[in-house]
């Protein structure tokens, strides 16, 4: 049994790719005061969106704007369901999730004549894998870093980003103000639906890209389903990171590996299957606890402190 | 506005429904017979004219196919592809489109309408196979057929008969194939939900690697994995991935419906030869938008779903009952598995390796030489024993 360790590292940060898009996505949904369980329809709609456009755009930048169109389209659909319309966000978000599975299925047929997969009909484009200069030579690193698909450089840059956005700017701290207490948001002349909006708009385009690279980079085809609740997956990354957009880069980076272990330990080892399909899922339970039992921690600690 | 988003989000649910559900000219039609149906009952000149039709359809059976969804470019699509050619031939055929797995506690209700809309024959896979059982003694008038599955005549009610793919007999010849086109030695196996049908075909494939070995002194290897889901392509990608990077593989057999496009496309990428399933998934490839996926696949293992209800339906209507009660076994000899023999393959196969395929195909189909199967063995274990021994 010789395995490529490195590889399987790369391997873990493409799988992680969508994971650490969609955490972000409900991440900013979550700060803003709302749980968007709505980030795996969007991120299936938005896989659709960018192997359609890219199709009869005849280009890879059109279908990976495509896919960031229609993820910032199906956010506002959310968005004015709950905000203006005033419906229940969850109910929203789960008829919203049945919707896509179904309206995706559905568009696919009117377009492709096709109920399964876009794989024979549309011609198939890839989002194009970035050599660093430089980097790439250094012995461990560069086969790590670089050769990644360019959109996993964008979910790097997001995270930062992210960070920047609501810790140093204007509108991160009133997206998080109006998160922690609306009410005095609103007092002080914050417009809550506004930020809901703005955050919703900044959901769908990562949800796009999350989307874009399902169906324009790990694969490059459009199938029913092909998301595979990993939107969920990324909406538990950020609820273990309790919102920070590091820890939830790092959640997500976990959940990536625990998946490519389950696949190299699939092929090297006789474990039963349904032992490593459940491994991602364990691991999500532990690292719930885990983190519960640190918040737990430092709570008494603070109430210690206070008793003093 | 509230009202606009509740009849909004209405239509936004209907439309999850859209995926599955009977094909709408189906669903008009039958609609339109049981408003004939009430206009008979009424009487008048209405229940002569149904009357007549009904005589006219009673020369040929009415068919129910129950499928979770067409556009599989597989299994469901080839028995379609038959049930067009009994359409063709006068039969009312009608499709109904279950869903998927998530809609499963509407499956019975759906084979309840087309029973309860008169269809005689109802025809559905595997998945169907308990609830046929049951409706079967609740409904002894109708025919219930189960394919893509291997029950003991004595499960079996007396009105229900259920087809038998010899998957294994297909797989154990692409077996072969893999084994001899294999320089690494070592040949990949990748399913998508592993489960009786599938573990079958997975034996026929060692089966046919392991006795390739046996005839030419070679030590191919199996390497098998599953990805845990019918429409998870990226996952079989990362799979094959893995086992072209650590196993050193490079031909890969694919059992894994729409989770084998993944498979394709590694292959694709990593220049290693793929074996299709259920159809020829390479003509399904070369005339798309993405021919060079069509340049990967060697050749494909086929089940001749749609031929079995044709040849079925034509040995009924010869007065044949002979079925019923009993499970049917096709196989190589009936020519409802096999591969295809198409340019690509002769091309890129050696002489001597297809006339190896050819010589064990016959002595298949003659009875001389058998072929392991899933159902031998005792349970999951020694199944699980005999794949590691092949790695």
């Known amino acids: 049994m010789t395995i490529d360790w490195i590889a399987f590292i790369a391997e873990g940060i493409r799988m992680a790719t969508p994971l650490v898009f969609a955490a972000l996505a ?71 999730n049945l919707m896509a599975t179904g309206g995706t299925v559905f568009v696919m047929y009117l377009l492709t004549g096709e109920k399964s997969t876009t794989s024979g009909a549309f011609r198939s484009y890839q989002i194009p894998v970035v050599d660093i200069p430089i980097i790439k030579d250094i012995p461990v690193l560069g086969r790590i870093i670089s050769g990644q698909s360019l959109i996993t450089y964008i979910a790097a840059a997001a995270v930062f980003f992210m960070w920047f956005f609501l810790k140093r700017t204007r509108i ?106 459940m491994l991602p899922y364990l691991a999500t339970i532990f690292a719930i606890i885990i983190t519960s039992i640190i918040a737990i921690n430092k709570r008494r600690r603070i109430e210690q402190g206070a008793a003093k | 506005m509230k009202k606009f988003l509740s009849v909004a989000l209405v239509a936004a649910m209907s439309l999850s429904l859209v995926a599955c559900g009977g094909s709408s000219s189906g669903e008009t039609e039958a609609a339109a017979e049981t408003e004939a149906a009430a206009a008979a009952e009424e009487g008048g000149e209405a229940a002569a004219e149904t009357e007549a039709e009904a005589e006219a359809d009673a020369e040929k059976p009415r068919i129910a196919y129950v499928v979770g969804n067409l556009g599989d470019k597989s299994f469901s699509d080839s028995g379609e592809a038959g049930m067009n050619v009994l359409r063709e031939e006068g039969y009312d055929v009608y499709t109904v489109e279950t869903g998927d797995a998530s809609k499963a506690d509407k499956y019975e209700d759906y084979i309840l309408d087309v029973l309860d809309q008169g269809y005689d024959y109802i025809v559905a896979s595997s998945t169907y196979m308990e609830i046929m059982a049951r409706l079967a003694e609740e409904y002894p008038d109708a025919k ?25 007999e297909g797989s154990y010849l692409v077996g072969m194939l893999a084994a001899a086109m294999s320089e690494t030695g070592v040949v990949g196996v990748d399913v998508g939900v592993e489960n009786p049908v599938i573990n079958d075909f997975v034996t026929g494939y060692i089966n046919g690697v392991m006795d390739w070995n046996a005839a030419n002194g070679t030590d191919v290897k199996v390497v098998k994995a599953a990805c845990g889901s019918w429409t998870d392509p990226a996952t079989m990608k990362s799979l094959v991935l893995d086992q072209v990077r650590n196993n050193n593989a490079d031909v890969f057999y694919q059992v894994a419906g729409g989770s084998g496009d993944g498979l394709f496309e590694a ?15 390479y003509a399904s490839y070369i005339d798309s938008e993405n021919p060079e996926k069509a340049d990967v696949i060697l050749t494909s293992m086929l089940k001749e779903v749609g031929n079995s209800f044709i040849s079925l339906f034509h040995s009924i209507e010869e007065g044949d009952d002979s079925m019923w009660g009993h499970t049917i076994r096709l196989g190589l000899a009936e020519d409802s598995v096999g591969y295809v023999d198409n340019e690509f393959f002769q091309t890129n196969v050696p002489e001597e390796v297809r006339t190896a395929i050819e010589e064990a195909k016959t002595k298949i189909a003659s009875g001389e030489l058998e072929v392991k199967s899933y159902y031998d063995f005792a349970d999951d274990n020694e199944f699980n024993e005999y794949v590691q021994n092949a790695g």
């Open chain 2, 267 to 281: 292959c694709v990428e990593q220049g290693k030869w793929a074996i299709g399933v259920d159809s020829d998934q």
């Open chain 1, 26 to 96: 409900a991440l900013i949904c979550n700060r803003a005061g709302m749980f968007n369980m709505g980030v795996e329809g969007m991120i299936l709609c938005s896989a659709l969106g960018a192997v359609i456009f890219a199709h009869y755009g005849g280009s890879v930048w059109i279908g990976l704007l495509g896919g960031i169109i229609i993820g910032l389209a199906t956010g506002m659909f959310i968005a004015f369901a709950s905000l203006t319309g005033k419906a229940d966000l969850y109910l929203t978000c789960i008829a919203f």
């Open chain 2, 144 to 168: 219930f057929i189960g394919f893509d599955e291997n029950w003991s005549d004595d499960q079996l009610p007396d009105n229900m008969t259920c087809i038998f793919y010899a998957q294994n």
């Open chain 1, 172 to 277: 991160g701290l009133r997206i998080r103000a109006v998160g922690e207490n609306p009410k005095a948001a609103e007092s002080v002349g914050i417009s809550v639906n506004k930020i809901g909006y703005i955050s919703f708009a900044i959901c769908g385009v990562l949800a796009g890209l999350s989307g874009a690279f399902m169906s324009m980079s790990w694969v490059t085809f459009f199938m029913k389903n092909m998301v595979n609740g990993r939107g969920y997956i990324g909406l538990s990354a950020q609820n273990m990171a309790k919102g920070e957009p590091v820890g939830s880069a790092l959640a997500s980076l976990l959940f990536g590996f625990t998946d490519a272990l389950a696949t190299t330990l699939q092929n090297q080892t006789n474990f039963p299957v349904e032992f490593l399909e």
